[in-house]
């Protein structure tokens, strides 16, 4: 492969992964018409479309996700192994570049490589909110954090958090206008707030589980947010029931502003979990981080 040819893959895959030749350039630090000449030339070549463009967006043809799909790994891989080079020095150096949930960034992630990044200043670390899936071999990031259940198979994943619990909930003043559900088939003739899912769009159905009853509760109601901080706020002003994560809630709980209802259908479930590629080379880097924020159970 000659050096042009890697350069221009390179920028094949900054605009893939950014979907924006705007957002791709200003991150490599070239002009966008420089950038859309070299992925033209790299079309050319090839003699092959990779990417529809409009005046509004860019998406992926078939051929580009397929030269995606073979790259992304490749170049992951080189990646690793540069980033193993820093074994050689004397401390542990480098970018760990990782995808995360907002409310997994707050309560697990942040509160470990706060410390870690001022006793190792050679460490960087870049965290990309994103509520949805990301494909962190193609985004060429090196790990990702998510719900323990949703992690692929082949993906190397080590648990950084404890059990999770969702809880339904409701203002004392919702309560005094309506009566408590005891069942989740109580739910139908409550006003309920919505969750709207980041990546189908679609509206999140309540998961409640009892024994060997597992149910997927759709609740309607006046309100739909995409975050459940809103969420939260809405209850907490008497607008409907929510179902969030418990530790979200847990002083508004504490306090009485929020009363628990269905507490016997939220069992605990698996909590975050860290996840990278099983044939990814750790750096020195990348094992520290990994070993801080490797969940330990409590005495």
């Not at 060429?140 to 969702?166: N, Q, T, Y």
């Not at 006003?191 to 189908?200: K, Q």
């Not at 909590?271 to 750790?282: E, I, K, V």
């Amino acid at each position: 492969m000659q050096r042009e040819e890697a350069g221009d893959l390179l920028a094949f895959m900054a605009v893939a992964g950014e979907r924006s030749f705007t957002r791709a350039a200003a991150k490599l630090g070239t002009s966008q018409s420089a950038l859309s000449h070299t992925v033209r030339r790299l079309e050319t070549r090839l003699g092959l479309r990779l990417l529809a463009r409009t005046t509004r967006s860019v998406a992926l043809t078939e051929a580009g996700e397929r030269l995606l799909r073979t790259i992304g790994p490749a170049f992951a891989e080189i990646d690793g192994g540069l980033a193993a080079l820093g074994d050689l020095r004397d401390k542990p150096a480098g970018t760990i570049r990782m995808t995360t949930s907002e409310h997994a960034a707050h309560s697990v992630l942040w509160p470990v490589l706060g410390p870690l990044l001022r006793s190792h200043p050679d460490l960087h670390i870049e965290l990309a909110i994103d509520s949805g899936f990301t494909d962190i071999v193609a985004e060429r990031f090196d790990a990702g954090v998510r719900l323990g259940e949703s992690i692929a198979k082949d993906m190397v994943a080590v648990r950084i958090g404890p059990e999770l619990r969702m809880a339904v909930v409701g203002a004392p003043s919702y309560f005094a206008q309506h009566p408590k559900p005891k069942t989740p088939q109580d739910l139908a003739e409550q006003r309920c707030i919505n969750l709207r899912l980041p990546t189908a769009g679609g509206l999140y159905a309540w998961e409640l589980e009892k024994g060997a009853r597992d149910l997927h509760v759709r609740v309607d109601g006046q309100l739909v947010f995409n975050s459940m901080r809103m969420i939260v706020r809405a209850a907490l002003d008497g607008l409907g029931l929510a179902c969030v994560l418990e530790d979200l809630v847990a002083e508004q709980l504490a306090s009485g502003a929020l009363v628990r209802v269905l507490s016997d259908w939220c069992p605990p479930f698996a909590g975050y979990h860290l996840y990278y590629p099983s044939r990814r080379q750790p750096s020195a880097a990348f094992a520290l981080v990994v070993e801080a924020l490797r969940y330990r159970e409590g005495p």
